[in-house]
């Protein structure tokens, strides 16, 4: 069974930084295409970020590209997003999905809060 646990989500403040965890079990994420993407309140879900399974090559969405970086650990069978110079505008649930052609697997999400 596919399952895709988020956690590290919290309150920073502006300028901060956190790393979101993406824990894997039913499949391995070295032959599944990861991502990240996050819903604000009132707002649809966004693509934030996601890495190829094959080359491992990684996109980024223009509102995190050079703060946010995807990474993913093998081992581990584990994906993170490290999140640096945490704007306001960053709040929002955070998930973490899975696919081969596309994102059909999603976790429950993580809460992100970024606040003074």
């Known amino acids: 069974q596919v399952q895709l646990v988020e956690s590290g989500g919290r309150l920073v403040q502006p300028g901060g930084s956190l790393r979101l965890s993406c824990a894997a079990s039913?499949?391995?994420?070295?032959?599944?295409?990861m991502g990240w993407f996050r819903q604000a309140p009132g707002k649809e879900r966004d693509f934030v970020s996601s890495?190829?399974?094959?080359?491992?090559?990684?996109y980024y969405s223009n509102s995190v590209e050079g703060r946010f970086t995807i990474s993913r650990d093998n081992a581990k069978n584990t994906v993170y997003l490290e999140m640096n110079s945490l704007k306001p505008e960053d709040t929002a649930v955070y998930y973490c999905?899975?696919?081969?052609?596309?994102?059909?697997?999603w976790g429950q999400g993580t809460q992100v809060t970024v606040s003074s």
């Open positions: 039913g499949f391995t994420v070295s032959r599944y295409h």
């Open positions: 999905a899975a696919g081969r052609n596309e994102f059909n697997y």
């Open positions: 890495i190829r399974w094959n080359d491992g090559s990684t």
